[in-house]
């Protein structure tokens, strides 16, 4: 090959190449300069073309995130209800098991089993509060606050009626309400001014037995069902 073929052969290699970054960098540059895309939907699928993400808005013009497994069950939730957000995480099986949400009093957390039963819920408003629930859905335990900055806690049986009651009383003492299956108070254990305090009811609610530290010693009552004392001590 001569030496002005030579020239010639190399210059064009030189102009192909040049041209070839000059290409590559104006699509790096439009790709850059992006920075807004518009649509009502969104999809990203997976190397099987199967829908994993979608970011889409509703027919309300509300946004909303869903994420899905690989079976195309979703899994998780993000989205827009009137007050506020919302966030749902699902099991394999397609049963909300964590749900997040605003209302007009705060947010609230519910927690559920594998079956989508809700067995913990915490929400937030003016005071705060948490509810248990068995495996029927049925609340027996609950703790809150109460208007007076104070804990409170009831706790009911399988059929969902409070039996017993644990608070404080108007002067930051504690007390213990129990009840019997019907609902009926049977017992009370508190704070006097002297010390503790303790009656005991019959199944129709009257009492029937009082105990309580006076300022110097202690002091029971007996009653009949009727309710008249039938014996002291001392």
Same mark, same amino acid.
Request: hydrophobic content about 40%; aromatic content about 6%; charged content about 20%.
């Given at each position: 090959?001569?030496?002005?073929?030579?020239?010639? %052969?190399?210059?064009?290699?030189?102009?192909? &190449?040049?041209?070839?970054? %000059?290409?590559?960098?104006?699509?790096?540059?439009?790709?850059?300069?992006?920075?807004?895309? %518009?649509?009502?939907?969104?999809?990203?699928?997976?190397?099987?073309?199967?829908?994993?993400?979608?970011?889409?808005?509703?027919?309300?013009?509300?946004?909303?995130?869903?994420?899905?497994?690989?079976?195309?069950?979703?899994?998780?939730?993000?989205?827009?209800?009137?007050?506020?957000?919302?966030?749902?995480?699902?099991?394999?099986?397609?049963?909300?098991?964590?749900?997040?949400? !605003?209302?007009?009093?705060?947010?609230?957390?519910?927690?559920?089993?594998?079956?989508?039963?809700?067995?913990?819920?915490?929400?937030?408003?003016?005071?705060?509060?948490?509810?248990?629930?068995?495996?029927?859905?049925?609340?027996?335990?609950? =703790?809150?606050?109460?208007?007076?900055?104070?804990?409170? =806690?009831?706790?009911?049986?399988?059929?969902?009626?409070?039996?017993?009651?644990?608070?404080?009383?108007?002067?930051?003492?504690?007390?213990?309400?129990?009840?019997?299956?019907?609902?009926?108070?049977?017992?009370?254990?508190?704070?006097?001014?002297?010390?503790?305090?303790?009656?005991?009811?019959?199944?129709?609610?009257?009492?029937?037995?009082?105990?309580?530290?006076?300022?110097?010693?202690?002091?029971?009552? &007996?009653?009949?069902?009727?309710?008249?004392?039938?014996? !002291?001590?001392?």
């Amino acid at each position: 090959m001569k030496k002005s073929e030579r020239i010639f %052969l190399y210059t064009v290699l030189a102009i192909l &190449v040049f041209y070839v970054f %000059l290409v590559d960098g104006n699509v790096e540059s439009q790709v850059a300069i992006q920075e807004e895309i %518009l649509a009502r939907r969104i999809a990203i699928v997976n190397d099987a073309g199967q829908e994993v993400v979608l970011l889409s808005a509703n027919e309300d013009d509300r946004g909303g995130v869903v994420i899905y497994n690989k079976d195309g069950t979703p899994v998780a939730l993000l989205g827009d209800v009137e007050v506020g957000g919302a966030m749902g995480i699902y099991n394999k099986d397609g049963n909300m098991v964590v749900n997040v949400v !605003t209302d007009e009093a705060g947010g609230l957390i519910s927690l559920a089993n594998k079956d989508g039963t809700p067995l913990v819920s915490m929400m937030a408003s003016e005071y705060g509060g948490v509810v248990i629930y068995n495996k029927d859905g049925t609340s027996v335990v609950r =703790m809150r606050v109460s208007d007076k900055d104070s804990g409170i =806690m009831s706790v009911a049986n399988k059929d969902g009626t409070p039996v017993a009651y644990m608070g404080v009383s108007k002067d930051g003492s504690g007390g213990i309400n129990i009840d019997n299956k019907d609902g009926t108070p049977v017992a009370y254990i508190g704070v006097m001014e002297y010390g503790g305090i303790m009656s005991v009811a019959n199944k129709d609610g009257n009492f029937v037995a009082f105990m309580e530290a006076s300022e110097d010693d202690g002091l029971i009552l &007996v009653y009949n069902k009727s309710g008249k004392v039938i014996g !002291t001590l001392p």
